[in-house]
């Protein structure tokens, strides 16, 4: 009887662990996804439903884009990169790091000048003629490094545009990521910036006072890639523009 019982307890002490373990491994499955600086809030509510969906965790990395192509040219190999410059995600699939037929568009964004909240300035209309010098004063334009932040490059695009090049000489305060040039404007360190309408506004300390015209940069595009084979990458992949996340795009004014 004793080793009867003895077996009994062995059996349900093993079953317990198997249990436990197994519950442990699903729990702590996981994939890293890189992406860009400006997605940090809508990327992070996606993940969350991701993981409910799917009970698998996402790590991550956010920077501009450069800079995680940098990450994954110097052997970094995330399961999804999710670039907003199509030269950047071109790149990292020329340099062969992307899966075959596992690249592609999936949200767009809009620029636009943005003051602290508490400037007098008020919905200035953007064209041609706009004295961007005087509105700047002795101050400087925040935007991201047009040389490794697609929001600095998309800026320096429509500064050019709208010939507003020898105004800003020697005026542009450069960022090292979109949600930098944004706190520069947040703290009223700069009377104006430019940046994605996304994060302009999601912030409170600052406000909308001129939108650039499509027709004044190239299109700013949202690139995901896949670069790990493993199948939990893919199913973020296409998960990102399943009917299930569009109303998250949607909430933080991501366009298709």
């Not at 093993?14 to 990327?43: E, G, P």
Request: with cysteine.
């Amino acid at each position: 009887m004793k080793k009867f019982t003895l077996i009994i307890i062995v059996l349900s002490l093993w079953a317990f662990t198997n249990c436990t373990l197994n519950k442990a491994t699903n729990t702590n499955r996981s994939i890293t996804v890189y992406a860009a600086a400006s997605l940090t809030d809508v990327i992070t509510e996606i993940s969350d439903s991701f993981r409910i969906d799917y009970g698998i965790d996402v790590r991550l990395n956010l920077a501009s884009s450069g800079t995680l192509a940098r990450q994954i040219e110097q052997g970094e190999r995330p399961n999804v990169y999710l670039s907003a410059s199509k030269k950047w995600a071109d790149y990292v699939e020329a340099s062969g790091f992307t899966l075959p037929n596992y690249k592609k568009e999936i949200m767009h964004n809009e620029l636009v000048l943005i003051a602290p909240k508490s400037s007098a300035l008020e919905n200035i209309e953007i064209h041609p003629k706009t004295d961007i010098s005087s509105l700047l004063g002795d101050d400087r334009l925040s935007i991201g490094d047009p040389a490794h932040v697609p929001a600095g490059k998309y800026a320096q695009g429509a500064i050019d545009f709208y010939g507003w090049t020898k105004q800003v000489e020697g005026k542009l305060l450069p960022a090292k990521d979109v949600r930098s040039a944004l706190m520069v404007v947040e703290l009223g360190e700069v009377p104006l910036g430019i940046v994605y309408r996304t994060d302009a506004l999601k912030s409170k300390k600052v406000k909308i006072v001129g939108s650039f015209g499509e027709e004044s940069h190239k299109p700013i595009q949202y690139i995901a890639s896949v670069i790990a084979e493993e199948a939990a990458g893919k199913d973020f992949y296409n998960y990102l523009t399943s009917e299930k996340v569009k109303p998250i795009w949607s909430k933080f004014g991501f366009k298709e």
